[in-house]
């Protein structure tokens, strides 16, 4: 069974930074795309990075470019979400999110993905 499970959250001040993983298993196939979410209350999904499955092709929103990155682990099936200089709008539920393809390149739409997390909480408040 496909699974992703999330952990890294948790409460920072303005400033800091935290590292997000999102932990894959069940996977019998090595191309799989992972990209990261977040969901503030009241807002909708907001496609934050993807990082495709070989190669490693990055895309970030502009919200976060030049602040957070992403990486991944193909000997642990992990991905992880670097994130520096946070700032209380990025206070959100993050998700991590899996698609099984061969695609050269992911995307950032939540539509997209077939397998999700089931989130983890960063609160970014002094």
């Known amino acids: 069974q496909l699974q992703l499970v999330e952990s890294g959250g948790g409460l920072v001040q303005p400033g800091g930074s935290l590292r997000l993983s999102c932990a894959a298993s069940g996977f019998t196939s090595d191309y799989y795309h992972i990209g990261w979410f977040r969901q503030a209350p009241g807002k909708e999904r907001e496609g934050v990075s993807c990082i495709s499955s070989i190669r490693g092709i990055t895309n970030y929103a502009d919200s976060v470019k030049g602040r957070f990155t992403i990486s991944r682990d193909n000997a642990k099936n992990t991905v992880y979400l670097q994130m520096n200089s946070l700032k209380p709008e990025d206070t959100a539920v993050y998700y991590c999110?899996?698609?099984?393809?061969?695609?050269?390149?992911?995307?950032?739409?939540?539509?997209?993905?077939?397998?999700w997390g089931q989130g983890t909480q960063i609160t970014v408040s002094s």
């Open positions: 999110a899996a698609r099984v393809t061969r695609q050269a390149m992911c995307v950032r739409v939540s539509t997209w993905y077939d397998y």
